[in-house]
Every structure is written in C-alpha cells, then in structure tokens.
T-cell receptor, first 111, second 116 residues
Framework: AQRVTQPEKLLSVFKGAPVELKCNYSYSGSPELFWYVQYSRQRLQLLLR??SRESIKGFTADLNKGETSFHLKKPFAQEEDSAMYYC?????????????FGRGTQLTVWP | NAGVTQTPKFQVLKTGQSMTLQCAQD?????MSWYRQDPGMGLRLIHYSVGAGITDQGEVPNGYNVSRSTTEDFPLRLLSAAPSQTSVYFC???????????????FGAGSRLTVL
C-alpha cells in the first residue's frame, strides 16, 4: 500500500536559516512525488514535482529511491515561505491522477 | 478561466441531513477528484473520476456519493450527514496524460462543512 510520511507537524526557523521539510514514502511501483503548498488564505497549489528537477521559489527536492525520501530544502528561508506544505505521491497506470498526501508540515519563518 | 469553482464555501448541517457540494471546472480537464482535509490527517481522497460517466472510490468513500454526468461538473453528495464528516472539502481537477500533468492538480478554494 502507498503511504506518505511527514514526521514534522510543525517546523519553525528564523529568516535566512536553512530549512528542510522531510518526506518519506512507501510504494510498490514507480512513484511520482510532489510538494504542494497552501499559503494563508490561498488555494492549495503545486510547488514542485520530482520529474521536473527544477527549483521553485528557491526550493529543491531530490528523490532518493534508496531511502524512499523526497525532502524539501531551501538554503535561506524567507518569511513568505510560511505555509502548510504537503508531500504527495502518485503512481502510473490506473492510479494516474490520484494523489496520496502526507499529513502536512506547517512551516513558520520568524523575522 | 475561473478554474475550479466550489459551492458553497461554508455549510452547517444537522446530523442526518443531506446536501450536495458542487464542483465545476472550465479547463476541460478529464480528471476530477474530491479530498477532505482534517487537522493532523492531511488530505484524503474520497472519490475520483477519469471522465464523464466514470467514477471510482478513494481512501475514504463511505458516506459519500458522486456522479460525473458532464466533463465540467463533479458533485459530492452526503446522503445522511454525520459529525465525523465535519471537514474542509477540496475539489481538484487535472489533465489526462502523464506528460501533460495528470498528477498536477488544480484545486478549488474549499468548502467548510460542519455537522452538528
């Protein structure tokens, strides 16, 4: 069965500090991994996906199949990064388009 | 384009009452889905559709019905509301195909439901 684990419910850092939001997954097939973000009073939206291998708003995430992890990192956090972050997983074939989300990590960046 | 539109934004029900959460998208997306968001539980998939006339269950389908008579609309029905269904409900849509982003969801603004 598929599972996404985000071990930290809350994470606080100061502005300018590095930040890492952890995500581990279990999936029997070939997964596609995502980070979705929900800023205050905004809609849930895609932040990045592992197959794109791009940096969005300074965030990067590398898929580590050996450790089954997809941690989200940013070297210098900004106050506007404060939000709820969800790691999500999907497969291919019949499960295409269905996402399984972790419980989320609320990130607070203090000035 | 309005994207994904959900109505109502807020609703209070009494136990046993029925209601329908509406979801419409104007992006001609083939895939649509309903999630519920609960504190400490993240988002959980309720029901899912890959096209008009085709629906499937997600992780937590009990107590909910769906239908997909058109590409644009995907209503979620609560036949007999229970306090355990108090939650924020999100509708999402995406385009068919791996490369075009079937897994890249566009979300609605959410519907906050309270069942007393």
């Amino acid at each position: 069965a598929q599972r996404v684990t985000q071990p930290e419910k809350l994470l606080s850092v100061f502005k300018g500090a590095p930040v890492e939001l952890k995500c581990n997954y279990s999936y029997s097939g070939s997964p596609e991994l995502f980070w979705y973000v929900q800023y205050s009073r905004q809609r849930l939206q895609l932040l990045l996906r592992h197959i794109s291998r791009e940096s969005i708003k300074g965030f990067t995430a590398d898929l580590n199949k050996g450790e089954t992890s997809f941690h989200l990192k940013k070297p210098f956090a900004q106050e506007e990064d404060s939000a709820m972050y969800y790691c999500a997983l999907s497969g291919r074939g019949s499960t295409l388009g269905r996402l399984y989300f972790g419980r989320g990590t609320q990130l607070t960046v203090w000035p | 384009n309005a994207g994904v539109t959900q109505t109502p934004k807020f609703q209070v029900l009494k136990t046993g009452q029925s209601m329908t959460l509406q979801c419409a998208q104007d992006m001609n997306h083939e895939y649509m889905s309903w999630y519920r968001q609960d504190p400490g539980m993240g988002l959980r998939l309720i029901h899912y559709s890959v096209g008009a006339g085709i629906t499937d269950q997600g992780e937590v389908p009990n107590g909910y019905n769906v239908s997909r008579s058109t590409t644009e609309d995907f209503p979620l029905r609560l036949l007999s509301a229970a306090p355990s269904q108090t939650s924020v409900y999100f509708c999402a849509s995406s385009r068919q195909g791996v490369e075009s982003g079937a897994n890249v969801l566009t979300f609605g603004a959410g519907s906050r439901l309270t069942v007393l």
